[in-house]
């Protein structure tokens, strides 16, 4: 059995029977197409639903998967975005170097700034080597100051919890172990 769209372009090259198209047209389509509308009144609602179409050579167009139309649109469009917005970030400032301040948390930044500046050590330093020091040794960890300097006083510093040791003994399923016995 021969689909709408071929049987629309045999009815084109004189070949075709136009009550049998409109009798598939109304059995295929009984929501776009009734017993009252004339050939050509089938024909444009056929075309305006994408159903047939005026394809050359005999091609057969049927219907139209969209989801994958859309889905390839969109993979296309995504890859010129993101070589766009790769080439921007990258144009004007090198967000990656570490030992730049402006790469770095500011307030961890500036308390960094105030430890060393405190330190006794660096009494007679300029305010460019200070944030060199600073820089370097946030370049090494970003919680530097967090761990050795806090509140901008060097020594003083968030300690590093150990981890939980497992309960044993005879109640260790209770999540408590056996108790020390001291008193």
């Known amino acids: 059995m021969a689909t709408l769209q071929q049987q629309y372009n045999l009815i084109k090259e004189g070949k075709g029977d136009k009550n049998f198209f409109l009798k598939q047209a109304m059995n295929q389509f009984p929501e776009f197409i009734t017993v009252h509308n004339t050939f050509d009144q089938t024909v444009n609602i056929l075309k305006g639903k994408s159903i047939i ?59 960094g700034y105030l430890a060393e ?40 510093g968030l300690e590093t919890s150990t981890e939980p040791k497992a309960p044993k003994g005879k109640y260790k399923a209770s999540g408590y172990g056996d108790l020390d016995k001291k008193k």
């Not at 091609?59 to 070589?83: L, M, P, Q, S």
């Not at 806090?150 to 003083?156: L, S």
């Open 53 to 111: 179409s005026e394809g050359a050579g005999g091609v057969t167009t049927g219907r139209k998967d969209w989801f994958k139309i859309f889905e390839a649109e969109v993979k296309a469009h995504n890859k010129e975005t993101e070589k766009e917005l790769v080439d921007l970030e990258t144009k004007n400032f090198d967000y990656k170097d570490k030992k730049n301040i402006d790469n770095v948390y500011g307030q961890s930044f500036l308390i």
């Open 117 to 156: 500046m405190g330190d006794p050590k660096n009494a007679k330093k300029t305010v460019d080597e200070l944030k060199a020091i600073v820089a370097k040794n946030m370049a090494k960890d970003a919680n530097y100051y967090a761990k050795n300097g806090m509140f901008g006083v060097k020594g003083i």
